[in-house]
């Protein structure tokens, strides 16, 4: 039975974790709130980008062969760009972006395909190194989502398509559905794919729209933007995902600690009054031998 003072100590302890958790908790919920405005700004845009893109490509006579980010060959070498979190004591999170981006290579390594990958965030590069071949690892950009490192990332993929290096390249990471549900999401990247859209197919067309330039200009220029506006909406909806899982996380842990402190203290209390008990039982019985 441990002592009395082992069982203080313990219980200090606990009630220390909780403030540390609850203080973790804290801070997510702030991160949270500043970043899922940045989501919701966003997501509207990239959906009318998508809806605008769809329009010019189904441009009559555009000679979409000349395009070279939406030609589809055959494919022996593909490439992902896996993003994950740079910290941890998120729950699950990381660990299901990362059994996700496992069963996509093995899938492709069982048809014969090579795989390399690019990594943004720390967690996905600890675990890959020198399991896959890592084309670029941005191991510390999640703290601070940036524009400019979301270009950097998509200029390096695309530069891999163009130049024959991968022959199709995919996006892993972790989709904000609500504050306690985040998916992670494999979605091509390239070669450029776009359907209609739900109000496009509702809509009868009967608009024509004239471009200047016209679209076999307009398109090599906007077209990195685009690829641009989805590797900055992934990490987006990682970073979200991110805090969301670590606020539930947290919030779960400082439960664990608040319950364990209150099974501890009533031990507690039952070994205090068992030694109390013991002593006065010691007292009666040395003043009966006296009296003896």
């Known amino acids: 039975m441990p002592g009395l003072r082992d069982l203080r100590k313990k219980i200090d302890a606990v009630k220390k974790i909780g403030q540390i958790t609850k203080a973790m908790n804290m801070v997510a919920s702030a991160k949270l709130r500043n970043l899922q405005g940045r989501l919701e700004g966003f997501r509207p845009y990239r959906e009318r980008f998508e809806t605008i893109l769809g329009r010019i490509l189904a441009s009559p006579g555009l000679n979409k062969s000349r395009i070279a980010l939406l030609q589809e060959r055959e494919v022996k070498r593909v490439g992902i760009v896996l993003i994950t979190a740079d910290r941890g004591l998120c729950g699950a999170f990381n660990s299901n972006l990362i059994r996700e981006a496992e069963n996509l290579i093995k899938r492709f390594r069982r048809e014969g395909k090579a795989v390399e990958l690019i990594t943004v965030g720390r967690k996905g590069y600890t675990y890959f190194n020198r399991k896959v071949p890592i084309r670029e690892a941005y191991p510390e950009v999640m703290a601070r989502v940036l524009v400019q490192d979301a270009r950097r990332i998509a200029r390096s993929a695309t530069q891999a398509f163009l130049n ?50 016209d679209e076999e200009e307009l398109l090599p220029v906007i077209l990195p933007q685009y690829l641009n506006t989805l590797v900055f909406a992934a990490m987006l909806e990682t970073a979200v995902s991110e805090q969301a899982a670590r606020m539930t996380a947290m919030d779960n842990a400082n439960r664990a600690c608040t319950d364990m402190v209150k099974q501890l203290t009533l031990y507690y209390n039952k070994v205090r009054q068992a030694t109390i008990t013991k002593e006065l039982m010691d007292i009666v019985g040395g003043a009966e031998a006296i009296k003896g």
């Open 164 to 213: 024959g290096e991968w022959d199709e390249v995919y996006l892993i990471y972790g989709k904000f559905i609500n504050i306690v549900k985040q998916v992670p999401v494999v979605e091509p990247f390239l070669p450029l794919r776009f359907s209609s859209t739900k109000e496009e197919k509702e809509t009868p067309k009967v608009t024509a729209y004239l471009y200047e330039p």
